[in-house]
């Protein structure tokens, strides 16, 4: 059949436009806006004058972007790796089982992702108190000295780390059992009629075919952990928020709490930055990494 090229590509364009004018008008705009308020003094409403790179050569000599800088990384130490593993070491499991089980077991992992994070702050509020907690009653039945978790130094990262896990495993979840549920039987079935272990099999069959997968949710996870700030913000109420401080925290302190719209956008930009070049560095030597297994 013959078609009208410059008609489809009409129809094309009409149906394409409303996405791009919003995503120019949501996305690339305000990100212009950003670069060009971070080379200002501006407030977080108004304009300001013309500061240079002042903005960004302040940000290696003060202590509490270092603070948020490491403890963003810190945090992404804590979480992204293993939360990549324990989604895999459940999808392997859950891929295990037939029928209503699986579903059922599916959906319980499921159901803290489509929570709000306040939601997830109760909860877990309620687990980590230092008063009324239900892990402090365990530690007073246990003998052991009760610890303000969402206070110390030491434990707050670590159980925000913990928190973000339970919460955001069950997307990785479902993204490594469609991985799972992709690799041909036949090639299980060849394998057992090999007499092949399961752990060769996984090693062998499994781990190769679901690399991409794992790839994408390595990604996924990097990103979205690099941005971290719900979690932090609701659990430092009342707490040390300058010890715990993490980059997108920072941008919030300096553009809401203390009006200054030009140091924040410089943060933004390098946060922006930041997440741009780890993500694409990260997952291109996956991929390379795959591709030589």
Do not use: C
């Amino acid at each position: 059949m013959l078609t009208n090229r410059r008609k489809d590509a009409w129809i094309a364009a009409v149906l394409v436009a409303p996405f791009l004018a919003i995503y120019l008008l949501v996305f690339v705009w305000p990100t212009i806006q950003m670069f060009g308020i971070s080379f200002t003094d501006a407030p977080l409403i108004g304009t300001g004058e013309w500061v240079g790179t002042a903005n960004y050569e302040r940000l290696p000599s003060d202590p509490r972007f270092r603070t948020a800088a490491w403890n963003t990384a810190y945090f992404v130490l804590l979480t992204v790796l293993p939360g990549t593993i324990v989604a895999l070491l459940i999808a392997l499991g859950v891929s295990r089982l037939k029928g209503r089980l699986q579903s059922a077991i599916l959906a319980l992992f499921f159901l803290p992702y489509i929570l709000p994070v306040s939601v997830v702050y109760l909860l877990w509020d309620w687990v980590l108190n230092f008063q009324f907690g239900i892990l402090m009653h365990v530690f007073d039945l246990l003998g052991i000295e009760r610890v303000p978790i969402t206070k110390s130094r030491t434990w707050f990262m670590p159980a925000v780390g913990i928190v973000t896990i339970w919460w955001t495993a069950g997307f990785s979840i479902l993204l490594f059992l469609a991985g799972l549920r992709s690799i041909p039987a036949e090639i299980y079935e060849a394998a057992a009629l090999d007499n092949s272990s399961r752990w060769t099999t996984f090693r062998r069959i499994t781990w190769p075919l679901l690399w991409p997968v794992t790839t994408l949710v390595f990604t996924i996870q990097l990103i979205a952990q690099l941005k971290i700030f719900d979690q932090v913000y609701l659990f430092s109420v009342g707490g040390r928020p300058n010890d715990n401080m993490v980059l997108v925290y920072y941008v919030f302190q300096r553009a809401f709490q203390q009006d200054q719209g030009g140091r924040a956008a410089a943060v933004a930009v390098t946060l922006f930055v930041l997440v741009v070049v780890v993500s694409v560095l990260q997952f291109q030597l996956l991929r390379l990494a795959g591709g030589r297994r």
